[in-house]
């Protein structure tokens, strides 16, 4: 990064704020987790411990989700992650020896059904948000595909406390690229420096508002650790030797009240 992007003030400069969602304001990782063991539960395949299968899924997720921006698949990825899902799970039981389709959609049902119901806010989402809503501007800057960060964002009943909703299946682009920052700042009338991003991954959400010549504040809980995670000793993502440091580093939304001197 070009450190004359770097905001040269303290945060009493900052006018708008954007949030990421998952594992900033809501639980998804730990809902990803419930998810994966109520499908299996329900529809197993029979004969594996719940844990095995998962530790399958997460392997053929490693296989397919990262690289999926360089293969076909994205475009219908953007608006529809059913299909991506269901594959995901058809290379699962396949890892097992099964060649199943219909299996693998019944799984990829009850996953998105059972992820969805146990989809949570943390418990100080809405009283941070609440206090902010009547100060600033409020944003929602969110990767993955259109339907689902939708579907979260009205199980969640977020919608009312943002100006502005960005996701990345609608605009074609996600974080952290530099359009995307570009464009939420020029939508609350701000300069760089003014807008504050609060998020949980360094390399999406941290890296991308830095570079845009924004401030950033990272959010790092024990839980944020994917199923796919290889490992059970397996941590939160960690900040890249040399790479920019955030304006502050918190574990709670409720901590990001101070440094606003709120």
């Known amino acids: 990064m070009v450190d004359s992007l770097r905001p040269k003030g303290g ?16 639980g998804y990782w730990d809902a990803s987790k419930e998810g994966l063991r109520k499908a299996f539960e329900q529809h197993g ?3 594996h411990a719940i844990p095995d299968l998962i530790m399958h899924w997460a392997a053929a997720f490693r296989g397919f989700a990262p690289h999926i921006k360089k293969t076909t698949w994205y475009e219908g990825y953007l608006k529809n992650a059913e299909p991506s899902r269901t594959e995901q799970m058809r290379l699962t039981l396949e890892r097992l020896g099964i060649s199943d389709p219909d299996h693998a959609s019944k799984l990829s049902h009850a996953y998105m059904t059972e992820r969805d119901r146990a989809l949570k806010l943390f418990p100080d989402a809405l009283h941070v948000l609440g206090l902010l809503k009547d100060r600033y501007p409020l944003g ?14 009205e199980t969640l009943q977020v919608e009312s ?18 359009s995307v920052f570009n464009r939420a700042a020029a939508a609350v009338e701000c300069q760089p420096h003014e807008v504050l991003m609060v998020g949980n991954s360094y390399g999406h959400d ?7 010549g924004w401030h950033a504040i990272w959010i790092r809980r ?15 993502e960690s900040k890249p030797e040399g790479a920019p440091e955030p304006d502050a580093t918190i574990e709670t939304l409720s901590q990001l009240l101070p440094l606003l001197g709120l």
């Open 11 to 26: 945060l009493n400069e900052v006018r708008a704020i954007y949030f990421d969602l998952d594992d900033t304001l809501c």
């Open 45 to 47: 395949p029979e004969g």
């Open 140 to 153: 929602l800057i969110t990767n993955g595909p259109a339907d689902v960060q939708r579907q979260e964002i």
């Open 161 to 178: 406390y943002f100006n502005n909703i960005y996701i990345e299946g609608e605009m074609g682009e996600g974080k952290p690229l530099l």
């Open 206 to 212: 941290i890296k991308g508002a830095l570079e845009a």
């Open 222 to 236: 024990d839980s944020d650790v994917p199923p796919s995670a290889d490992g059970k000793d397996s941590k939160p």
